[in-house]
Nanobody
Framework: QVQLVESGGGLVQAGGSLRLSCAVS????????MGWFRQAPGKEREFVAA????????NYADSVKGRFTISRDNAKNTVYLQMNSLTPEETAVYYC??????????????????WGQGTQVTVSS
């Protein structure tokens, strides 16, 4: 079965950077469009970024455009999220998720069918 495992979270100062990774096992990640979401305490899970199966199409939440970059290395079965200029308001658990096989990118969490366990990102002021 397919599994997603995030890593790369941690504590960073405001203005700093982190790179998250999502390792996919069980099937080739090239089969799936992938997304990153985040959830802060007491808030709903929100879309951050998504990438198509080939990597040729990406989509970002307005709040992260120009600062975050989603990418993928299908040979390594891994998806990444490079986050720059982080703010304390972006403290959250970050999740990667996959779309059902063969389908394109979407922004709503309910359109993703498998999630990782999440990685905590804490941005200090």
């Amino acid at each position: 079965q397919v599994q997603l495992v995030e890593s790369g979270g941690g504590l960073v100062q405001a203005g700093g950077s982190l790179r998250l990774s999502c390792a996919v096992s069980g099937r080739a990640v090239s089969n799936y469009a992938m997304g990153w979401f985040r959830q802060a305490p007491g808030k709903e899970r929100e879309f951050v970024a998504a990438i198509s199966r080939s990597g040729g199409i990406t989509n970002y939440a307005d709040s992260v455009k120009g600062r975050f970059t989603i990418s993928r290395d299908n040979a390594k079965n891994t998806v990444y999220l490079q986050m720059n200029s982080l703010t304390p308001e972006e403290t959250a658990v970050y999740y990667c998720a996959k779309r059902p096989g063969g389908l394109g990118i979407r922004v709503r969490p309910r359109e993703y069918d498998l999630w990782g366990q999440g990685t905590q990102v804490t941005v200090s002021s």
